[in-house]
């Protein structure tokens, strides 16, 4: 298990029809809640993970993705954080 940095991220894997996003939220006592959650592609959804990131006060992200599917994801936050 890797030891998180951030008490609050995000882990998103980009597909081509969806993306998995967990949220890893650590205590004080050090124990770490996970929260996961799968968003489709089209920009209305991804808008719905960016109000679930806010909500969950998640200021780290990082995505992974294998091609081209990670663009649509990283201009939509883009342009909104």
């Not at 294998?66 to 909104?80: D, I, N, P, S, V």
């Amino acid at each position: 298990m890797l030891k998180l940095v951030f008490p609050i991220c995000c882990g998103i894997d980009v597909h081509k029809k969806f993306v998995v996003a967990t949220i890893g939220t650590t205590n004080k006592s050090g124990v770490t809640d996970y929260q996961t959650r799968q968003f489709s592609t089209f920009t209305e959804t991804l808008l719905q993970l960016l109000d679930w990131l806010k909500a969950q006060a998640c200021k780290h992200v990082c995505m992974e993705s294998t091609g081209k599917y990670c663009a649509t994801c990283f201009q939509c936050f883009g342009r909104l954080l």
